[in-house]
């Protein structure tokens, strides 16, 4: 073989391929939109089919030699369909922002007006933020959450789409803890002749498990990303109604992808087939649990939640109450240096900047997989307030950075190499 033998091997990469695995199992993984997807989903990432070229769909392609990947991919889209109880789907989409920009290619046109919520409300860039390409093409005009509760205002968002006419709504969030009805997005919708586009990108999971309503009745086009709470691989994937079937596979190829990652596809069958198991409902509901558990941890402890709670897989802190001059930014590195990875998130109307913040975002579906439950969510509350109280003090700090790897050690996720 002309690849480099054992001796010449990259032990550079794979040394720190190794020092991640270490990093993600030693310490508590809080990021809301990652988790630990299986060691079969990682398999069928890794496999052959990353060699494969195949431009087209199946049974329609450029290239020769496709039979395989033609059913590989065909179970994929018959899997997703029917988890999700939808016409069609295309399961080709690199991640969820290239999901988004071809929903936007295929079904509107550039200059037209879109609505969304604000990325600094709990949206996504690619909702139309000024530096996003959907912000640059599109004439995207935002809603907020209320000023007191802190929750969709279907009221304001009526108002808007009334003042606007915009072509397509586009609902969904990426640090919005509450449940997101699609009733009434689509009431809206249709007063006033809009589409009506549904992000799930970090609520897939939950919609698949039962423990969040499903939008693919009501939406035109459903979007989600694989890699969060449904824990597949890296991807995206669009699920349409037949009325904007091939307006949606057009856009996504050859409107903005060429050659389909069919490992990456394979590994989205897998983790669909994952999903579709009766344990998967119990793990969706476990992860709501979770976040519950530790909302109300991090409220004994002195925390504010914004929107008081959450009904979802998790949650953002305002900080303020806590420490009023602790900052989002300065929270996230020192839980780093204890083992707890979370990130720094935007307040609404949070008076400091996107760089700053007065908050973080805590996630409870990696934690889940895990196998933690409402007892160690207390823990980790507990571990997050002593941190951040003793901030100042390195030895308070590695203290409780050791409690962490005691408790990940109870709850180990990858045992041998993955
Ligand atoms: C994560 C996310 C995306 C983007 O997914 P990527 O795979 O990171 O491109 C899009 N929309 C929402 C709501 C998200 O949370």
Same mark, same amino acid.
């Given at each position: 073989?002309?690849?480099?033998?054992?001796?010449?091997?990259?032990?550079?990469?794979?040394?720190?391929?190794?020092?991640?695995?270490?990093?993600?199992?030693?310490?508590?993984?809080?990021?809301?939109?990652?988790?630990?997807?299986?060691? %079969?989903?990682?398999?069928?990432?890794?496999?052959? /089919?990353?060699?494969?070229?195949?431009?087209? +769909?199946?049974? =329609?392609?450029?290239?020769?030699?496709?039979?395989?990947?033609? %059913?590989?991919?065909? *179970?994929?889209? %018959?899997?997703? =369909?029917?988890?999700?109880?939808?016409?069609?789907? !295309?399961?080709?989409?690199?991640?969820?922002?290239?999901?988004?920009?071809?929903?936007?290619?295929?079904?509107?046109?550039?200059?037209?007006?879109?609505?969304?919520?604000?990325?600094?409300?709990?949206?996504?860039?690619?909702?139309?933020?000024?530096?996003?390409?959907?912000? *640059?093409?599109?004439?995207?005009?935002?809603?907020? #959450?209320? &000023?007191?509760?802190? $929750? /969709?205002?279907?009221?304001?968002?009526?108002?808007?789409?009334?003042?606007?006419?915009?072509?397509?709504?586009?609902?969904?969030?990426?640090? +919005?803890? $509450?449940?997101?009805?699609?009733?009434?997005?689509?009431? *809206?919708?249709?007063?006033?002749?809009? /589409?009506?586009?549904?992000?799930?990108?970090?609520?897939?999971?939950?919609?698949?498990?039962?423990?969040?309503?499903?939008?693919?009745?009501?939406?035109?086009? #459903?979007?989600?990303?694989?890699?969060?709470?449904?824990?597949?691989?890296?991807?995206?994937?669009?699920?349409?109604?037949?009325?904007?079937?091939?307006?949606?596979?057009?856009?996504?190829?050859?409107?903005?992808?060429?050659?389909?990652?069919?490992?990456?596809?394979?590994?989205?069958?897998?983790?669909?087939?994952?999903?579709?198991?009766?344990?998967?409902?119990?793990? &969706?509901?476990?992860?709501?649990?979770?976040?519950?558990?530790?909302?109300?941890?991090?409220?004994?402890?002195?925390?504010?939640?914004?929107?008081?709670?959450?009904?979802?897989?998790?949650?953002? #802190?305002?900080?303020?109450?806590?420490?009023?001059?602790?900052?989002?930014?300065?929270?996230?590195? *020192?839980?780093?240096?204890?083992?707890?990875? /979370? !990130?720094?998130?935007?307040?609404?109307?949070?008076?400091?900047?996107?760089?700053?913040?007065?908050?973080?975002?805590?996630?409870?579906?990696?934690?889940?997989?895990?196998?933690?439950?409402?007892?160690?969510?207390?823990?980790?509350?507990?571990?997050?307030?002593?941190?951040?109280?003793?901030?100042?003090?390195?030895?308070?700090?590695?203290?409780? $950075?050791?409690?962490?790897? &005691?408790?990940?050690?109870?709850?180990?996720?990858?045992? =041998?190499?993955?």
């Amino acid at each position: 073989m002309p690849w480099p033998s054992e001796t010449q091997r990259d032990t550079e990469v794979f040394g720190l391929i190794d020092k991640e695995r270490e990093r993600q199992c030693t310490g508590l993984q809080l990021i809301a939109s990652e988790n630990f997807t299986s060691p %079969d989903v990682m398999e069928a990432t890794g496999s052959v /089919l990353t060699n494969k070229y195949a431009e087209g +769909y199946p049974g =329609k392609r450029y290239y020769g030699g496709n039979a395989v990947v033609d %059913d590989i991919e065909a *179970i994929a889209i %018959d899997r997703v =369909k029917k988890l999700f109880g939808a016409d069609h789907a !295309n399961v080709q989409p690199h991640s969820g922002a290239s999901a988004n920009m071809a929903v936007y290619l295929g079904l509107i046109k550039p200059g037209d007006t879109v609505l969304g919520l604000s990325l600094d409300h709990g949206g996504h860039l690619t909702h139309g933020s000024p530096v996003n390409a959907s912000g *640059i093409l599109y004439n995207f005009q935002s809603f907020r #959450v209320g &000023a007191t509760d802190e $929750r /969709l205002d279907f009221d304001q968002i009526r108002e808007l789409a009334i003042k606007h006419k915009p072509k397509m709504i586009v609902a969904g969030t990426t640090s +919005y803890p $509450r449940r997101l009805e699609p009733q009434p997005f689509r009431a *809206i919708a249709d007063e006033v002749g809009a /589409l009506m586009m549904f992000d799930i990108a970090h609520i897939a999971g939950l919609v698949a498990g039962g423990a969040h309503p499903n939008p693919v009745p009501y939406a035109d086009v #459903v979007t989600f990303t694989t890699h969060k709470t449904l824990r597949g691989p890296r991807g995206g994937c669009i699920l349409t109604t037949a009325a904007h079937a091939a307006a949606i596979d057009k856009a996504v190829f050859p409107g903005s992808q060429g050659g389909p990652l069919e490992h990456a596809v394979a590994a989205k069958a897998v983790a669909f087939h994952e999903a579709m198991q009766p344990s998967f409902k119990d793990y &969706a509901q476990q992860i709501v649990k979770n976040a519950s558990a530790l909302a109300e941890a991090m409220s004994r402890q002195g925390f504010r939640l914004v929107s008081g709670g959450t009904d979802t897989h998790m949650m953002v #802190v305002d900080l303020q109450p806590f420490d009023a001059e602790l900052t989002g930014k300065e929270s996230q590195l *020192i839980l780093d240096e204890a083992g707890i990875t /979370l !990130n720094k998130n935007n307040i609404p109307n949070d008076p400091r900047s996107p760089f700053v913040t007065s908050g973080v975002r805590i996630g409870t579906p990696s934690v889940t997989t895990q196998g933690m439950k409402e007892p160690e969510m207390a823990l980790i509350a507990e571990y997050i307030a002593t941190t951040l109280r003793n901030r100042a003090n390195p030895a308070a700090v590695a203290e409780v $950075r050791a409690k962490v790897a &005691a408790l990940c050690a109870k709850f180990p996720v990858y045992t =041998k190499r993955a």
